[in-house]
T-cell receptor, first 113, second 119 residues
Framework: GESVGLHLPTLSVQEGDNSIINCAYS??????FIWYKQESGKGPQFIID?????DKRQGQRVTVLLNKTVKHLSLQIAATQPGDSAVYFC????????????FGRGTQLTVWP | NAGVMQNPRHLVRRRGQEARLRCSPM?????VYWYRQLPEEGLKFMVY????????ESGMPKERFSAEFPKEGPSILRIQQVVRGDSAAYFC?????????????????FGPGTRLTVL
């Protein structure tokens, strides 16, 4: 399953499938990106990050891809599990600002058994 | 190693009252950030503090809102004379100083949030 972030805020996949969550950013000065997972009633949980000098980074079952040419970021989750159901946010840090993160609207991922 | 702690988890106030939200960063972290989240929206930056200093408050309303991070004790976000529009989830995040084992100061770790309801 695949989402386009701001335009399709929901994504439903079957357990075991791979999920792709997309995020577009607009600021060329953005130099650091983070994906967070937020479950209902909880705070955002760090998943994986990537710097602008990289194109790809892998974690456990997750991969983040960064395409600076088109200002696009994606999170791939392999073998999606019911416990992956949550809202996923991409956040960016812009080189010109101190510390603050800019968050996208989020994508609701629902995993069906 | 305890994560970021926030209290209270839920806070109910009547219009015109004051709300105080507390945040204890992760051990060894000296940077604190406050964000606000409205239902079904992303987080919006409010303020960035280091010990005894406000670094960036550009996201915080000019009136009624204030934040501090004293030398001792937690960071406090204070909202005076609350209005219904202040109802939201308020999240605190922390990040390490640059010299803490090479950890990045850019990575922010979030607490569980305080859900403020204004009646």
């Amino acid at each position: 399953g695949e989402s386009v972030g701001l335009h399709l805020p929901t994504l439903s996949v079957q357990e075991g499938d791979n999920s792709i969550i997309n995020c577009a950013y607009s600021n060329s000065a953005s130099d650091y990106f983070i994906w967070y997972k937020q479950e209902s009633g909880k705070g955002p949980q760090f998943i994986i990050d990537i710097r602008s000098n990289m194109d790809k980074r892998q974690g456990q079952r997750v991969t983040v891809l960064l395409n600076k040419t088109v200002k696009h970021l994606s999170l791939q989750i392999a073998a999606t599990q019911p416990g992956d159901s949550a809202v996923y946010f991409c956040a960016e840090k812009r080189g010109s600002t101190l510390g603050r993160l800019y968050f996208g609207r989020g994508t609701q991922l629902t995993v069906w058994p | 190693n305890a994560g970021v702690m926030q209290n209270p988890r839920h806070l109910v106030r009547r219009r015109g009252q004051e709300a105080r939200l507390r945040c204890s960063p992760m051990k060894g972290h000296s940077h604190v950030y406050w964000y606000r989240q409205l239902p079904e929206e992303g987080l919006k930056f409010m303020v960035y503090l280091q010990k005894e200093n406000i670094i960036d408050e550009s996201g915080m309303p000019k009136e009624r809102f204030s934040a501090e991070f004293p030398k001792e004790g937690p960071s406090i976000l204070r909202i005076q004379q609350v209005v219904r529009g202040d109802s939201a989830a308020y999240f605190c995040a922390s990040s390490p100083p640059a010299n803490l084992g090479g950890a990045s100061t850019d990575t922010q770790y979030f607490g569980p949030g305080t859900r403020l309801t204004v009646l």
